[in-house]
């Protein structure tokens, strides 16, 4: 009778231990892996890293609770080296529910001004790209994931829709196109221009587009970003008059307005 029972149960445990072993596989690619925390999705992001073991990828799974002990690791893993980091630590990738994880760390940083921050989509098109930047000084290093990123960045990508609660930090941040990211992040020629509530970036070189973030969140202040090289290659009464429409754009306008370069200059010229 107990002969009788043991295949049975043995055949029981093999096909418990297969289960098991087959939901290990599935769910491999979002545990830690061995020598530091890295959460990968089927090791795309680690890959197009050339998988250097100098870079932690962390990839928050698409709802993952914000109070999942995954989370809390996270932030006590990457405390100390998000707040001293000098060259690239960490490339985190959130969903829009997947929860904060190790934000505060990162926000922790960029105030105490040793980090910079690249937005990237987290869709994988990176249609849109923005740069986030302490006032410690430019963005003199911004690659988009899939691009190779040098010894020498500590760019840290973060997905899109962080940047309000960044913006809402009071961290002054510096906010690009993709296309002026295509074009000139690489060169490091950058000027700065105050402004409030307001985004500011050119399309094509060849018409500018002027659109404000969401007024309700409040956002206090940022600085935006123009190419240096152009923009001091305007005349100053007309670099002005960009300034001041920007502002008074700012103050109240609508977000649909669009005015290119010509109209600008044509207001210009009714104003001499």
């Not at 098991?20 to 599935?26: C, I, K, M, N, T």
């Not at 969903?95 to 922790?108: H, N, T």
């Given at each position: 009778?107990?002969?009788?029972?043991?295949?049975?149960?043995?055949?029981?445990?093999?096909?418990?231990?297969?289960?098991?072993?087959?939901?290990?596989?599935?769910?491999?690619?979002?545990?830690p892996l061995p020598g530091g925390t890295s959460i990968v999705e089927g090791g795309r992001i680690h890959r197009d890293l050339g998988g250097d073991q100098d870079f932690r990828v962390i990839k928050v799974a698409h709802g993952l609770p914000r109070y999942h002990p995954l989370h809390q690791s996270l932030s006590q893993d990457f405390a100390a080296p998000l707040e001293t980091a000098t060259r690239l630590q960490l490339i985190v990738e959130l969903?829009?529910?997947?929860?904060?994880?190790?934000?505060?760390?990162?926000?922790?940083g960029l105030e105490k001004g040793t980090l910079e921050i690249c937005l990237i989509r987290g869709d994988g098109e990176f249609q849109k790209s923005f740069t986030l930047a302490t006032t410690a000084g430019p963005a003199r290093h911004v690659w988009k994931i899939k691009d190779p990123l040098p010894e020498n960045s500590?760019?840290?990508?973060?997905?899109?829709?962080?940047?309000?609660?960044?913006?809402?930090?009071?961290?002054?941040?510096?906010?690009?196109?993709?296309?002026?990211?295509?074009?000139?992040?690489?060169n490091g020629r950058f000027a700065y221009i105050d402004l409030d509530i307001f985004e500011w970036y050119h399309q094509d070189w060849d018409r500018w587009t002027e659109e404000l973030l969401v007024p309700e969140y409040h956002i206090p202040r940022y600085r935006l970003m123009v190419n240096t090289d152009f923009y001091e290659s305007l005349d100053p009464a007309y670099r002005r008059l960009l300034r001041e429409y920007a502002e008074n754009f700012a103050a109240g306008a609508s977000p649909e307005v669009e005015r290119s370069e010509e109209e600008l200059l044509s207001l210009y010229r009714q104003g001499e």
């Open positions: 009778m107990k002969s009788g029972l043991l295949v049975p149960i043995l055949l029981g445990i093999m096909v418990i231990l297969l289960i098991y072993s087959l939901a290990f596989l599935v769910f491999l690619p979002y545990l969903y829009p529910d997947g929860g904060l994880g190790p934000e505060d760390q990162l926000l922790r500590n760019v840290l990508a973060l997905r899109e829709d962080r940047v309000i609660p960044a913006l809402q930090a009071g961290i002054e941040t510096l906010v690009l196109s993709e296309t002026v990211l295509q074009r000139e992040a690489r």
